[in-house]
């Protein structure tokens, strides 16, 4: 477990999956002390730095303010650098990072399908998302093949894109249900091999061991 | 090495792109392909998307996605801080700035009266946050008209294309965005504004753009 030296987090989020769930993964995966606060919305809106969440708190041990920063990209791409998930290498990081911005576009393409109304509408959505997820699965699967099918996006061990493309998957397999019932049916025949090796890869990584065991269990729900 | 920006041709998304290669003072060129017909030639059928060609022979360095650009030329080139933190604090200007876009977005989306009003409502309220945000930003770093430190920095940059967009990019979606936008303007912000336009560094982006500084002042 850390020691007194790292500092302390909480992660300020709704009780949801969402935009949070990859930085719980990796404030897991960097074993540092941290907890989270569900606040009270709308009422605690205004007391955020902008307005939304998540928030990410860093409280240091040597007495200095908090280090308080906001949007879930960035807050990710904070730890990831801070505990080592991403590269220092600046055409690594890059690639690393694309995947996470590409993994968002995919959800906003999902979210653009649940707040259409009129049919037509729906329909273009739906166009679009296929095409989107398709697209994204079939990049990363080649990822995956091209890194020596290790069940890693890049390199040989545990990064941030891998921790990103699982968190994403629990979300699209888990998450996501309470926003569309049957998304789990409509996800899982598109998992390629290679996927579904990362997924769990990931899971069963010990880092990751005490967060499965009190939360979803994602290959469990992939091969139901 | 130059880069090749291949981008939409408007303001929008490519803008800090634009300014960032500038300011890199690297050899670059944009294309603009035939779209939809060069979509599934691009990495993730979307642009931007950026092409460093490499000075030693080895192969094209391809990467896709606005901010990832962004994040990558503006550490090559040092316009991030190496610092962890003070990268984060600039990064997140830059996070917060795209959800002002895209609640702007939401806005032109929309398609009845209620759902307008409602959308429209919710862009200033956000622009207004990120307004009196980066102005607090501006105040605390010595109201030198820089978000952070002495120089040209990333988060300057974005803010700067932020406000663009809003008195010029997006005057095609909205023909007097300018006059709703222009008053909101603090002090703070149009010295911003005109710091990052008359830095040396932009010099040759500005020769051949629109001058926000005068369309504000007008």
């Given at each position: 477990?850390a020691?007194?030296n790292?500092?302390?987090?909480?992660?300020?989020y709704f009780g949801?999956m969402?935009?949070?769930?990859?930085?719980r993964?990796l404030?897991?995966?960097?074993?540092?002390?941290?907890?989270?606060e569900?606040?009270?919305?709308?009422?605690?809106?205004?007391?955020q730095p902008?307005?939304t969440?998540p928030v990410?708190?860093?409280?240091?041990v040597?007495?200095?303010?908090?280090?308080?920063i906001?949007?879930?990209?960035c807050?990710?791409r904070y730890?990831?650098?801070?505990?080592?998930f991403?590269?220092s290498?600046?055409k690594?990081a890059?690639l690393?990072?694309?995947?996470r911005?590409q993994?968002h576009?995919?959800a906003?393409?999902f979210?653009?399908?649940?707040?259409?109304?009129?049919?037509?509408?729906?329909?273009?959505?739906?166009?679009?998302?296929?095409?989107?997820?398709?697209?994204?699965?079939?990049?990363?699967t080649?990822?995956?093949k091209d890194?020596?099918?290790?069940?890693?996006?890049f390199?040989?061990?545990l990064?941030?894109a891998?921790i990103?493309l699982?968190?994403?998957?629990?979300?699209?397999?888990i998450g996501?249900v309470?926003f569309k019932?049957d998304i789990?049916?409509?996800v899982k025949?598109?998992?390629?091999?290679?996927?579904?090796?990362?997924?769990?890869?990931?899971?069963?990584n010990p880092?990751?061991?005490k967060?499965v065991?009190?939360s979803d269990?994602l290959?469990?729900a992939?091969?139901? | 090495m130059?880069?090749?920006d291949q981008?939409?041709?408007?303001?929008g998304?490519?803008?800090?792109i634009r300014?960032?290669l500038t300011a890199?003072?690297v050899?670059?060129?944009?294309?603009h392909p035939?779209?939809?017909?060069e979509k599934?030639?691009?990495?993730?059928g979307?642009l931007?998307v950026?092409?460093?060609?490499?000075a030693?022979?080895?192969?094209?360095?391809v990467?896709?996605?606005?901010g990832n650009i962004?994040r990558?030329?503006?550490r090559?080139?040092?316009?991030?801080?190496?610092?962890?933190k003070?990268a984060?604090l600039q990064?997140?200007?830059?996070d917060?700035?795209?959800d002002v876009?895209t609640?702007?977005a939401?806005?032109?989306r929309?398609?009845?009266e209620?759902d307008?009003?409602?959308?429209?409502e919710a862009?200033?309220?956000?622009l207004?946050?990120y307004?009196?945000?980066q102005?607090k930003t501006i105040?605390?770093?010595?109201?030198t008209g820089?978000?952070?430190?002495?120089?040209?920095?990333?988060?300057?940059?974005v803010?700067y294309?932020?406000?663009?967009?809003m008195?010029?990019?997006?005057?095609?979606?909205k023909?007097?965005?300018?006059?709703i936008v222009k008053?909101?303007?603090?002090?703070?912000i149009?010295?911003?504004?005109?710091?990052?336009e008359?830095?040396p560094?932009?010099?040759?982006s500005?020769?051949k753009?629109?001058n926000?500084?005068?369309l504000?002042s007008?």
């Amino acid at each position: 477990m850390a020691t007194t030296n790292t500092p302390s987090y909480t992660l300020r989020y709704f009780g949801i999956m969402g935009r949070g769930e990859t930085s719980r993964l990796l404030l897991e995966a960097a074993n540092v002390e941290w907890t989270e606060e569900n606040p009270e919305w709308p009422q605690e809106k205004a007391n955020q730095p902008f307005g939304t969440l998540p928030v990410l708190i860093e409280k240091s041990v040597d007495g200095s303010p908090d280090f308080v920063i906001c949007e879930s990209g960035c807050i990710e791409r904070y730890l990831a650098r801070a505990y080592g998930f991403l590269p220092s290498d600046l055409k690594k990081a890059a690639l690393q990072e694309q995947v996470r911005d590409q993994m968002h576009d995919v959800a906003a393409a999902f979210f653009r399908t649940i707040g259409a109304v009129s049919e037509e509408d729906k329909k273009l959505a739906q166009k679009g998302f296929d095409e989107i997820f398709d697209k994204f699965i079939a990049i990363q699967t080649k990822n995956v093949k091209d890194n020596d099918n290790t069940g890693y996006l890049f390199g040989n061990s545990l990064s941030f894109a891998d921790i990103v493309l699982y968190g994403f998957f629990r979300n699209m397999v888990i998450g996501f249900v309470q926003f569309k019932a049957d998304i789990a049916e409509y996800v899982k025949p598109k998992l390629t091999p290679e996927i579904i090796k990362l997924i769990s890869t990931v899971e069963t990584n010990p880092k990751f061991a005490k967060y499965v065991a009190k939360s979803d269990n994602l290959v469990a729900a992939v091969n139901e | 090495m130059f880069y090749k920006d291949q981008a939409l041709s408007a303001i929008g998304l490519g803008e800090s792109i634009r300014l960032l290669l500038t300011a890199a003072n690297v050899e670059w060129t944009e294309e603009h392909p035939e779209w939809p017909q060069e979509k599934p030639n691009q990495p993730f059928g979307r642009l931007p998307v950026l092409i460093e060609k490499s000075a030693d022979g080895s192969p094209d360095f391809v990467i896709c996605e606005s901010g990832n650009i962004e994040r990558y030329l503006a550490r090559t080139y040092g316009f991030l801080p190496t610092d962890l933190k003070k990268a984060a604090l600039q990064e997140q200007v830059r996070d917060i700035m795209s959800d002002v876009g895209t609640a702007f977005a939401g806005y032109i989306r929309a398609i009845s009266e209620e759902d307008k009003k409602a959308r429209f409502e919710a862009f200033g309220e956000i622009l207004d946050k990120y307004i009196a945000i980066q102005t607090k930003t501006i105040q605390s770093n010595g109201n030198t008209g820089r978000l952070f430190g002495d120089n040209l920095s990333y988060a300057d940059i974005v803010t700067y294309s932020l406000f663009k967009n809003m008195g010029i990019g997006f005057v095609k979606f909205k023909a007097d965005i300018l006059d709703i936008v222009k008053p909101k303007l603090t002090p703070e912000i149009i010295k911003l504004i005109s710091t990052v336009e008359t830095d040396p560094k932009l010099a040759k982006s500005m020769l051949k753009s629109d001058n926000l500084s005068a369309l504000i002042s007008a």
